[in-house]
């Protein structure tokens, strides 16, 4: 995609702008316990009717079939209007992809449509309370039956787990084999009687996070994604599209994540736009913007031309996890002791969201695989350095 794009691509961005200004719902806002699910879920259906979702997506499955440069200035555009966080994101941003990679043909024609009008909303299942980072090391048991599997286990950090319809899950079905060996992929009913939802209480007294019980939850064979014991392989695909849709600049899946244009406005609102120590940070945070929106248009690409991102998501995700705090420690440092209150406080500057930017911008190193793990993968997979914890001969 060439930097300000075709005649045919200006003109997509100058439609979708317009579509945008005019259809953003005022005040749809929040996550977790605080979103709205029918009016989430009324912005998602307007937006599939309107042929803006799933745009690199099929047209057999209910997407566009359009290139990756429409899908890039679509997540663009959303992010620059401030667009609401979609209560599907990880259907869109995790589920979806991997069922269209992995999946068989009557998985795609059962789940796609549906991710996609947003009659279907996911979560995922994979952290454990002893499992997170080392994920291969859950204890999450799926013991196959005639007819499918019964599923036992905790998850936790679960994003929508309350509002969610289905789940990927990713669970062990051979205890005897080595722990990435023994894993298999599964598409989960969260009505099923056996499944339990328990909210996490935070600091900031919200609950965007939940605990997941599993007792004898019945998952259908035909609900398998990838084969017996071959979840290794699918999950690892999952989450390196959790890593690109994770990074900071969230766009079309998870809303306004911090943009150097909001940045830019709010400086100037605080008047301090020209101070020399400003303009220093700043021009290091502009140049950086440029970088990161280089990267995150390769992953794009590959991901609507269907191939698996491979370790370039973890530079992508670091990268963007580390400007998205700078981004947001300059704005929070600008805005002096306002910057400490919420938006929700009717004593904060227009700016005052900054601070839920700021602590949210932490979570990001954590979520989709700490700074640590990215650094490892970075190493080992790009540089060819040692496996961490190999001895030296």
């Known amino acids: ?27 749809l806002r929040g996550s977790g316990e605080d979103v709205d699910l029918e009016a989430a879920k009324a912005w998602h259906r307007r937006i599939y009717e309107a042929g803006y979702m799933g745009l690199g997506w099929p047209q057999e499955y209910g997407g566009r079939g359009l290139g990756p440069a429409h899908q890039f200035i679509w997540q663009e555009e959303y992010a620059a209007a401030h667009g609401p966080p979609m209560v599907n994101a990880i259907g ?16 795609k024609v059962r789940y796609l449509p549906r991710i996609l009008d947003g009659s279907e909303i996911w979560c995922q299942l994979f952290s454990e309370p002893g499992a997170g980072s080392d994920l291969a090391g859950l204890h999450t048991r799926a013991v196959p039956t005639g007819d499918g599997f019964v599923l036992n286990g905790q998850k936790v950090w679960t994003s929508y787990a309350r509002q969610a319809d289905r789940g990927i899950c990713v669970a062990r079905t051979d205890p005897a ?11 989960v009913d969260m009505h099923d009687p056996g499944v339990e939802v328990r909210p996490i209480r935070q ?45 900071a600049g969230r766009g079309a899946l998870w809303g306004s994540g911090p ?40 992953m794009v690409t590959q991901a609507v031309r269907g191939a698996i991102p491979g370790a370039e998501a973890s530079v992508q995700k670091l990268f963007g996890d580390e400007w998205g705090q700078r981004l947001c420690e300059l704005a929070f440092d600008a805005g002096g002791p306002s910057s400490h209150l919420s938006r929700h406080d009717p004593r904060a500057r227009a700016g005052g ?17 700490t700074t640590e793990v990215q650094k490892n993968i970075i190493g080992e997979r790009i540089l060819g350095l040692p496996k961490e914890g190999a001895r030296s001969r």
């Open 203 to 247: 600091i900031d007294d919200r609950s965007i996070f939940n605990e997941v019980f599993l007792s004898d939850v019945r998952v259908a064979s035909s609900d398998l994604v990838g084969g017996l014991n071959d979840g290794w392989r699918v999950t690892i695909s999952t989450l390196l599209f959790e890593r690109v849709g994770l990074s």
């Open 1 to 27: 995609m060439r930097p300000h794009g075709s005649a045919s691509e200006q003109g997509f961005r100058a439609e979708v702008r317009a579509w945008l200004r005019d259809n953003i719902p005022p005040g």
């Open 353 to 369: 969201g900054w601070q839920d930017a700021l602590l949210y911008s932490r979570a990001l190193t954590i979520g989709g695989g």
């Open 92 to 107: 869109l941003g995790w589920a979806g992809p991997a069922i269209l990679l992995h999946g068989t043909e009557e998985q």
């Open 259 to 298: 943009d150097a244009v909001s940045l830019v406005a709010y400086l100037r609102e605080l008047g301090v736009v020209r101070d020399p120590v400003v303009r220093d940070k700043l021009s290091r945070v502009l140049v950086d913007a440029h970088a990161h929106r280089s990267l995150k248009l390769r």
């Open 177 to 187: 084999a080595p722990p990435h060996r023994g894993l298999s992929f599964l598409l």
